[in-house]
């Protein structure tokens, strides 16, 4: 009975190498419930808002996050937390797949199950 609400999606883990697939999946579900303007600069939401948002985002990220930020009471400032924290996945991580991607060529690999397991690591 500790998850009262299934999660929507998978939930950010601790480590953030699935930040970049979360941030748009919570940017779906929350304009889905109508609460994106919580996550936004200058915003003039209400406390229900607010506090809708933050359990939304807080049911959907890694228990380890959860209790290091665990007194932050603002869907924004944790929104911003976790982007000062893990915004430097899109500066490592796509040139990488970027690269892989330009080199991957068929005809390196014995088999096609081997191409397409580099094919599905190099995506994700």
Do not use: C
């Amino acid at each position: 009975m500790a998850n009262i609400e299934n999660q929507k999606f998978i939930a950010l883990d601790i480590s953030g190498k699935n930040y970049l697939s979360w941030v748009l999946d919570v940017k779906l579900h929350l304009s889905a419930k109508k609460l994106r303007h919580t996550i936004d600069e200058d915003n003039a939401a209400s406390n229900e808002e607010r506090a809708t948002a933050l359990i939304f985002l807080r049911h959907h990220i890694d228990d380890g996050l959860k209790y290091e930020y665990l007194t932050v009471e603002n869907p924004l400032e944790l929104w911003q937390n976790l982007n000062d924290r893990f915004e430097h996945l899109k500066v490592v991580v796509l040139p990488n797949a970027l690269n892989d991607w330009s080199q991957l060529r068929f005809q390196d690999f014995k088999t096609v199950s081997e191409y397409n397991s580099t094919l599905f690591k190099i995506v994700s």
